[in-house]
C-alpha cells in the first residue's frame, strides 16, 4: 500500500471515484482516461473500492465489469444512476432502475447512488413543491424496494443540475422521503447547507457518503450562476480533502461519532483539458493528498462494515 489510512481499519472501506481521475459522464467534459490507467492508479494508492463511472466505461455486462475490477484488486461500491421521479408515470424510470440495478449487483455492487433529475438530458426545470416532493418521494420507495431485491440498498444523492440541489430543495426532500442520502459534503455545501450542519441533524438518514472539499467562493459563484459547473470545476472547485472550506475535519469526527462504518468515497470532480497527464501525476497527486490527510484523522474505533 504506497499511501493509506491505517487507523481504524478505515483503508478497508475508503473507495476512490473515476470522476477524482475525470471519468464524468457529461458530454464535454474533458478527456477521459483509460480504466485500465484509473484502475492502476487507485490500486497503487491503496483504495480498496470504486465505484461505477458513466455507463460504458466499465463494461455494460455486470460479471465483465467485476472481472475487470477483479484485475486490479478492487471491489464495486455502486454507481450513479440518475432517475426521473416526480412525474406521474414511472413506468420508464422502473424499467431502467430494474436494468441499472441488475448490472450492478452482478458487478458485486452494494449501493444504488440515485440523482432525482428533471429528465435523462438534465434540463433545468422549476423547484419541487410540497406535492411533487411527496409523489417523488412515493416513487423513490417503490424504486428502492426494486432495486432492494437486488441487494443494493438506494441513496439518494443531493447534486448540482438536479432536483435535490439547494437548500430548499434538501429540506423538503428530507421531509417528504424515507430513503437514506448519499451524504456528498461538496454538493451540499455548494447547495447552501452546511456539511457539518447536516450530519448533527441527519446522521440516522445517512446511507453512503462521498467526501469532497470545496472553495466556497467559487461554490458561491456557481450557485449565484456566475459560473456552470464544469468552469466552476475548472476553475478549481473542489479541492483536496483539507485545503477546501467543507471543515472536513469536523465532518469525518461526528461520522465516527454517529457509528457511521461504511464506505468512504473520495470524490475530488476534476475536468482534465490539453494532453493526458503522466502516470502518478495528474489527479493521482490530489487524490495521494486526500488520503495522506484522511490519515491523520481516522476514527480511532475499528466500525468496518462490508455488510
Known amino acids: 500500500m504506497e499511501a ?7 483503508e478497508a472501506r475508503l473507495a476512490a471515484a473515476p470522476i ?48 475487470e475490477l477483479d484485475r486490479y484488486g478492487l471491489r464495486l461500491v455502486g454507481g450513479f444512476v440518475p432517475l426521473v421521479v416526480h412525474e406521474a408515470d414511472l413506468g420508464a424510470t422502473r424499467d431502467a432502475a430494474v436494468r441499472a440495478a441488475a448490472q450492478l449487483a452482478a458487478a458485486g455492487a452494494e449501493v444504488f447512488v440515485a440523482a432525482l433529475v428533471a429528465d435523462l438530458e438534465w434540463s433545468a426545470s422549476a423547484p419541487l413543491d410540497d406535492d411533487g416532493w411527496r409523489r417523488a418521494g412515493a416513487h423513490l420507495r417503490e424504486v428502492a424496494d426494486l432495486v432492494g431485491a ?15 440541489e439547494t437548500a430548499a430543495d434538501v429540506e423538503r426532500a428530507l421531509a417528504h422521503t424515507d430513503v437514506q442520502w448519499c451524504y456528498d459534503t461538496g454538493h ?13 441533524a441527519h446522521g440516522a438518514r445517512i446511507g453512503h457518503v ?4 470545496v472553495d466556497a467562493r467559487l461554490a458561491r459563484e456557481l450557485r449565484g450562476g456566475a459560473l456552470t459547473l464544469l468552469q466552476a470545476t475548472r476553475a478549481g472547485l473542489f479541492r483536496p480533502l483539507g485545503e477546501g472550506d467543507a471543515r472536513i475535519d469536523d465532518v469525518v469526527r461526528l461520522l465516527d461519532e454517529s457509528g457511521y462504518g461504511r464506505w ?16 502518478g501525476a495528474g489527479p493521482a497527486i490530489d487524490v495521494r493528498k486526500s488520503i495522506e490527510f484522511l490519515s491523520t484523522r481516522a476514527p480511532t474505533r475499528e466500525r468496518v462494515s462490508n455488510r
Do not use: N, Y
Open 4 to 10: 493509506g489510512v491505517h487507523a481504524g481499519g478505515v
Open 20 to 67: 477524482s481521475w475525470g471519468v464524468c459522464e457529461v458530454p464535454g467534459w474533458g478527456l477521459q482516461l483509460a480504466p485500465d490507467r484509473v484502475l492502476a492508479e487507485m490500486a497503487q494508492l491503496g483504495l480498496a473500492a470504486t465505484e461505477l463511472g458513466p455507463q460504458g466505461w466499465l463494461p455494460l455486462d455486470g460479471a465483465s465489469a467485476r472481472r
Open 150 to 164: 437486488e441487494g443494493l440498498e438506494l441513496v439518494l444523492h443531493p447534486h448540482v443540475g438536479t432536483l435535490a
Open 188 to 200: 451540499l455545501l455548494i447547495g447552501g447547507v452546511d456539511p457539518v450542519d447536516f450530519v448533527r
Open 210 to 213: 462521498h467526501l469532497k472539499d
Open 264 to 279: 468512504l468515497v473520495l470524490e475530488q470532480d476534476i475536468a482534465i483539458t490539453g494532453s493526458e497527464p503522466a502516470v
